[in-house]
């Protein structure tokens, strides 16, 4: 018989314009779990909800988040790329797991604090269980594994209390997920303030380079990255400027440091930040010109939703049927 593929699932927000750091640093290695794993990737539009959305820019965003991880590399053949919403049962087994988590677990969520800080006209009971529903999504799959950032890390080890404790009630249900956390591997900086992860929230638009920006606009924000006085590239933690361009030049070119460093000796930084604009505006075309492709045909890109929703679902009835069974809920 076959093993079964261990299972690997991440939720993306349809939020925002994803950056060069989001890029770089996660959704270009989304695509290579799917050689060892079976891959779930899903738009999250009921977390989305939690804070205010505009419903034309919410409906919008969910279809250019799909686009743009199928520009990064994700072939929807060889992953399940769905939208959330779409398979219900999300919703229903998050109401279950609300059940299975603490009033007081979920007052010590740092995102909670943080958001309902931010949209204090807005604390909705929503924002409070986002947690349960993110446990849901991925307890749904019986997840092996779970790619996040590390702001996600306290959401993930919540859900995995929760399965344990339901597994502790109801004998196993759950695989008990564990995270894949992308911490520093590739950390894209600030241009502005290179101390300072690149944020695509950041307010000054020069700091930040989207993958989707026209070539004009990386080579301008490349041209005003800070640098320091000393006119040498070379990499050293007293120099955030240069080393966070190096890293960013060594994503894109494969080039070595000591490769970069040769090349640039006795050049300015003139020279230097124009050949990192150049590189990166030059990584990002094939990306911006699929993306442009996919948008433009969103028949094709419904279809993706449909067959990856289809498949999902197939996943989440076992699990569904196995956790009804369990609680007591009549067939
Ligand atoms: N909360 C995650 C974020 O904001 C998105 C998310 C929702 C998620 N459900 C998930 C991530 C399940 C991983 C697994 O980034």
């Not at 049962?89 to 609300?98: P, R, S, T, V, Y």
């Not at 924002?127 to 702001?151: E, H, R």
């Not at 060594?250 to 150049?278: H, L, N, P, S, W």
Request: proline residues 3%; contains cysteine; aromatic residues 10%.
């Amino acid at each position: 018989m076959l093993a079964d593929k261990k299972i690997v699932f991440s939720g993306v927000q349809p939020s925002g314009n994803l950056t060069i750091g989001n890029y770089l640093g996660a959704i270009k290695n989304f695509s290579r779990f799917s050689e060892d794993f079976k891959t779930f990737y899903c738009v999250v539009d009921l977390h989305a909800i939690t804070v205010r959305q505009v419903p034309a820019e919410l409906r919008r965003r969910t279809y250019e988040t799909l686009a743009l991880y199928m520009a990064c590399g994700l072939d929807e053949k060889k992953n399940t790329l769905f939208v959330q919403s779409h398979v219900p049962a999300h919703a229903e087994l998050g109401w279950i797991l609300d059940c299975y988590t603490m009033f007081g677990e979920l007052s010590r969520m740092t995102q909670f604090k943080d958001k309902s800080a931010k949209n204090a006209q807005n604390i909705n009971a929503g924002l409070f269980t986002y947690p349960s529903l993110m446990a849901a999504d991925i307890l749904l799959y019986q997840t092996d594994l779970v790619p996040v950032g590390i702001d996600q890390k306290q959401h993930l080890e919540l859900a995995r209390d929760v399965a344990m404790r339901f597994n502790q009630v109801y004998g196993d249900t759950f695989t008990v997920p564990e995270g894949y956390i992308s911490t520093d591997t590739m950390k894209i900086m600030s241009l502005a303030e290179p101390l300072s992860k690149m944020s695509k929230s950041d307010s000054n638009q020069n700091a930040v380079v989207y993958i989707l920006d026209s070539k004009d606009d990386v080579l301008r924000k490349f041209k005003k990255a800070v640098t320091d006085s000393e006119a040498c590239v070379r990499y050293s933690e007293d120099k955030p400027g240069v080393s966070n361009l190096m890293t960013i030049y060594r994503a894109f070119t494969g080039k070595t440091f000591e490769e970069i460093e040769r090349e640039f000796d006795g050049k300015g930084y003139g020279d230097f930040k124009m050949a990192v604009g150049e590189a990166c505006a030059d990584g990002l075309a094939p990306v911006r010109d699929e993306f442009a492709r996919l948008m433009a045909d969103k028949a094709h890109l419904e279809t993706v939703m449909k067959a990856g929703a289809d498949e999902a679902a197939y996943y989440a009835r076992k699990t569904m049927s196995k956790v009804r069974r369990k609680i007591g809920f009549v067939n």
